[in-house]
Nanobody
Framework: QVQLVESGGGLVQAGGSLRLSCAAS????????VGWFRQAPGKGREFVAA????????YYADSVKGRFTISRDNAKNTVDLQMNSLKPEDTAVYFC??????????????WGQGTQVTVSS
């Protein structure tokens, strides 16, 4: 079993930055792919970014490429999402997810409870 806890959400003005963190406990973290998804009001959950078990491979949704960066620290059991140049359309609840399979998909087996990110115009 894996427990994921997100932190770092909040309210920021357009053009600003936020850093989300996902802390994991339970099963060996370093064997899992980890990523971020988001869900805006009235919309489905969508993929944002993911990183493989070693950190050697990452991929991003087209909508966040060049603005968001995902990283991990297996010694600390954390995965961070640095979000720069934020836009109002980035407003959503952001969820951390993990799974042994790569690439990471909506079918991921482990999920956090989510953290709210609100970007004001």
């Amino acid at each position: 079993q894996v427990q994921l806890v997100e932190s770092g959400g909040g309210l920021v003005q357009a053009g600003g930055s936020l850093r989300l963190s996902c802390a994991a406990s339970g099963r060996t973290f370093s064997t899992l792919a980890v990523g971020w998804f988001r869900q805006a009001p009235g919309k489905g959950r969508e993929f944002v970014a993911a990183i493989n078990w070693s950190g050697a491979s990452t991929y991003y949704a087209d909508s966040v490429k060049g603005r968001f960066t995902i990283s991990r620290d297996n010694a600390k059991n954390t995965v961070d999402l640095q979000m720069n140049s934020l836009k109002p359309e980035d407003t959503a609840v952001y969820f951390c997810a993990a799974d042994p399979r790569w690439p990471l998909r909506l079918s991921a087996g482990y999920w956090g409870q989510g953290t709210q990110v609100t970007v004001s115009s």
